[in-house]
């Protein structure tokens, strides 16, 4: 059951070809998530917004605030790689960020954030041509990762940190 807690849409998958038929889907579901996440955190106490989404998991105001460290991270590996040579990028632990003091304030400004950012990244992603899609960075563990294959990775990721918050309201009848 801890698994289906975990991944409760599943684990990003994409096989063939990154066609701008997907790459619109993605960057609709891009420019969807800022609305889907105000939507499920909607009046949700400071206790609930404390509350962790999965036992061992982060808390729905750390999920929060994770999109918006999250997402921040990859709008800079889109720019790094649409600008630079297959750049290397800097990972980043987390875990870590999850636990700082900033991720225990509002959701408010970590809301707004993600509104604000979703808007200049998908302006940036609809701007791009079919060659952008192809152009790489270099993720020290994965290895490379295209522009295309990134898009769908944070398109699902949204999608896959929405489904915690909407799952643990419905278990606990929010």
């Known amino acids: 059951m801890d ?8 684990r990003f998958r994409h096989e063939g070809e990154i066609t701008r038929d997907v790459v619109n889907v993605w960057i609709d579901e891009v420019e969807r998530l800022p609305a889907l996440i105000r939507e499920a955190v909607s009046g ?16 729905v105001r750390q999920v929060v605030h994770h999109i918006a460290d999250s997402h921040m991270n990859a709008y800079i590996r889109f720019k790094l790689a649409l ?20 991720n225990r304030q509002a959701v408010e400004p970590s809301l707004l954030l ?17 060659a952008d899609w192809e152009k790489t960075f270099v993720h020290p563990a994965a290895g490379p990762i295209s522009v295309g294959r ?11 940190h929405v489904a915690h918050i909407t799952s643990l309201r419905a278990r606990m009848g929010w």
Request: glycine residues 8%.
């Open 150 to 160: 990134n898009l769908g990775i944070y398109a699902w990721h949204g999608k896959h």
């Open 83 to 102: 600008t630079e040579d297959r750049p290397v990028i800097k990972t980043y632990d987390e875990n870590a960020w999850a636990e700082l003091h900033d």
């Open 44 to 59: 949700l106490n400071d206790e609930q917004l404390d509350t962790p989404y999965r036992p061992g998991g982060w808390t």
């Open 114 to 130: 993600i509104e604000s950012l979703h808007a200049r990244m998908a302006q940036l992603l609809r701007g791009l041509d079919d």
């Open 3 to 10: 698994l289906d807690l975990r991944y409760p849409i599943g």
